[in-house]
Each structure stands twice: as C-alpha cells, then as structure tokens.
C-alpha cells in the first residue's frame, strides 16, 4: 500500500517501484487521501476534456479523477480515494489561513479512520508514505506523514477505530518513506550530463540545496526498477493537467537516467520483522516466512 496526498503523486514518488511489484504478481494499492481539488494547471499545452470544466472544485475534482484512473492502469494497480479535499499550497508572507474543510484542518482520528479501515481491509504487508517534513513543505503531504503513522500504530488494535461491520484488525509489518530527489542522485545524473555536454535541470537545484544545507535521510533500500521507467512516465503523463510533457520530470534522458540511476530510494521507518541493512526489496524479511502466509 503506498499512501499519497494528491492524485500525480503516485506517478512522480515510487512509481517503478510500485509499477514493478505489480508485474511480478504483488498485489499493489496505490490510497489518494485528496482529490486535488486545488492543483493548478501546470502544463501549458493542457486542454481541458471535452464535457469538463477545470475552475470549480468540483470540476477539478473530476478531472483529476479521470487521470488518476489512467495513471494506475498505466502502472497495473488498484487505487483507492480517501475522500478529503486537497488544502492547497499556501503562498505570501505571513501566509494566508488554510481553506475550511480541507484534509489538514481534518481532526487526526477523523482523517486517520478511512486510511485504517483501508488497511484492515486490504491487508498489505508493507506500506510506503512520506517521511516527516512531507518531502516537500505542502501541509497535505506534511499530513498524509501524520495520519499514515496513526493507522500504522492504530490498525493491529481491535479496540482501535472500531466499525461495526468494519474488517478485523491487521497489522502491517514494514513502513517506508518515499526519498525522491536526493543530493547523491541529483550530482550523479548532473555531473553525467555536464560530461556529455547536456542541459543540466539540476545546476540550481544543487546550489540551493547546498546553500540551505537541506539534511540528507539515511537510505536503506534501493529497489531496481529501471526496466519500469516507461510504465512510470506514461503515469506522469497520465496526469495532463499538471505534468508538462517537455517539463523537468522529462529533462533527462532516459538512456541517462539508466546508466547512471536505475533504482527508487526508501528508508526503512519501522519494522516488526527482523531484517538486514542496506536492502535491495521492500519485502525482505517477509519473503516466504509463516509471518507472510
């Protein structure tokens, strides 16, 4: 189970990874706790589908429903809507009040009981979410971190969120925090296209992330996926309305990206199984045991 804050999530945060374990029989539930009803367009050559309409709520709503449906069939997973509403981005100085209603005003056993149900009644062994800061300050992703550690801690305990009618209590085995764009990743795919003579996305990047000293996570499991690059960018470009196609997730080319960086980064969180670091499979320590069947 990976827990997202936003539908596009998905396909920018361990796509291949979860695109992979769903080729190899691994049932996959991708859980969207908004429907990102407050994301902009941020692909200039995005046009709207004919019968919607994209300056409401609810039409927002409706079309990042329809990309997120092409976004899962494009990595073969199932996927879930948790069925709060996106809070936006807030921007100004001081910045401005978060919308009423929206998921990170939501009371924690409010936002969390979903995201539990969900879990007792799909069972995953491993779940993967954002570590504390979000991965990037927006307060549904700092949130999604929040309520994913509650139904963690919550949902092997039957006196916990109970539901009449509701699934028995399951208790997950290993949490994962997604890494995105490290500081190792970004040098290495830099340095390789400097020395090809390429356009580099990354020469800022590298400058603000230094010049802030941005703490770097421990990374503990490197997943190869560089087979599942293309199930991951037809996910990316699944979600027209805010991935450009020429924009910066496509900068790089692939043939880059796989000789200098074919794997997606975790930190492994917590675990109830034994396991031994570095690992190369989110699974290990589960893989075959009693604890699994």
């Known amino acids: 189970m990976a827990v997202h804050a936003h539908p596009d999530d998905e396909s920018s945060k361990g796509a291949a990874t979860t695109a992979r ?3 190899e029989g691994v049932d996959v539930l991708i859980v969207t706790c908004t429907g990102g009803e407050r994301g902009d367009v941020l692909n200039p050559s995005y046009v709207v589908p004919e019968g919607h309409e994209f300056d409401t709520i609810e039409g927002k709503r409706a079309v990042r429903r329809l990309e997120m449906a092409a976004s899962a069939a494009a990595l073969g997973v199932r996927q879930e809507w948790l069925g709060f509403v996106d809070s936006g981005l807030p921007e100004g100085d001081p910045l401005p009040p978060l919308p009423e209603g929206c998921f990170a005003l939501t009371p924690l056993e409010e936002a969390a009981a979903p995201l539990v ?6 069972r995953p062994h491993v779940i993967t979410t954002y570590d504390p800061s979000g991965g990037y300050p927006h307060p549904d992703h700092v949130y999604t971190h ?6 963690w801690q919550a949902a092997g305990d039957p006196g916990r969120y109970v539901v009449d009618g509701g699934a028995p209590a399951w208790e997950p085995l290993k949490l994962y925090y997604n890494h995105g764009f490290s500081i190792e990743r970004i040098r290495a795919v830099h340095a390789r296209l400097v020395e090809r003579g ?10 603000t992330r230094e010049a802030r000293e941005v703490p770097e996570r421990e990374v503990t499991t ?3 996926v560089a ?9 990316l470009r699944a979600h027209a309305s805010q991935i450009d196609p020429e924009g ?3 900068a790089v080319p692939r043939e880059v990206e796989r000789e200098v960086w074919r794997t997606e980064e975790y930190e492994l969180a917590e675990s109830r199984v034994a396991t031994s670091l ?9 893989r075959g045991t009693e604890v699994a069947r």
């Not at 149900?117 to 799909?122: N, P």
């Not at 929040?146 to 139904?151: N, Q, R, S």
């Open 117 to 122: 149900e969900a879990v007792r009644r799909f």
């Open 198 to 207: 390429l356009e580099s996305p990354f020469g800022s990047w590298i400058e």
């Open 222 to 224: 490197r997943i190869e």
């Open 278 to 286: 570095p690992e190369d499979d989110l699974f290990a320590g589960i």
């Open 227 to 235: 087979d599942w690059f293309p199930q991951r960018d037809a996910a």
């Open 146 to 151: 929040t309520v994913t550690m509650e139904a």
């Open 21 to 23: 374990y769903a080729a």
């Open 248 to 250: 910066f997730f496509f």
